[in-house]
Nanobody, 115 residues
Framework: QVQAVESGGGLVQVGGSLRVSCTAS????????MGWYRRAPGKQRELVAR???????TYADSVKGRFTIARDNAKNTVYLQMDSLEPEDTAVYYC?????????WGQGTQVTVSS
């Protein structure tokens, strides 16, 4: 089964920036709407950004104007540029299809925002 592999997380101060990346092997990647999800401590996983195969994007209200999702179908990769980070953005970030169920969840990448 195709699995997502996330990378690029880390520790950053409030107001800082990070870019996380996700690759998903296999030829189905370009056909799907892809999304970045996150799970904060004690909370359920939530969808924060999504991008269609032709590049149309939507964002959760909590990240709108601060996060930017992009994809490179030739590289089977989706990115999430995170700017003006806040402590509330601390979470494990995952990518997957939207809706889910077509590829396996990866391990995610931890993003920690310190105040």
């Amino acid at each position: 089964q195709v699995q997502a592999v996330e990378s690029g997380g880390g520790l950053v101060q409030v107001g800082g920036s990070l870019r996380v990346s996700c690759t998903a092997s296999g030829t189905i990647f370009s056909s799907f709407v892809m999304g970045w999800y996150r799970r904060a401590p004690g909370k359920q996983r939530e969808l924060v950004a999504r991008i269609t195969s032709d590049g149309a994007t939507t964002y959760a209200d909590s990240v709108k104007g601060r996060f930017t999702i992009a994809r490179d179908n030739a590289k089977n990769t989706v990115y999430l540029q995170m700017d003006s980070l806040e402590p509330e953005d601390t979470a494990v970030y995952y990518c997957n299809t939207v809706p889910t169920g077509f590829i396996a969840w990866g391990q995610g990448t931890q993003v920690t925002v310190s105040s």
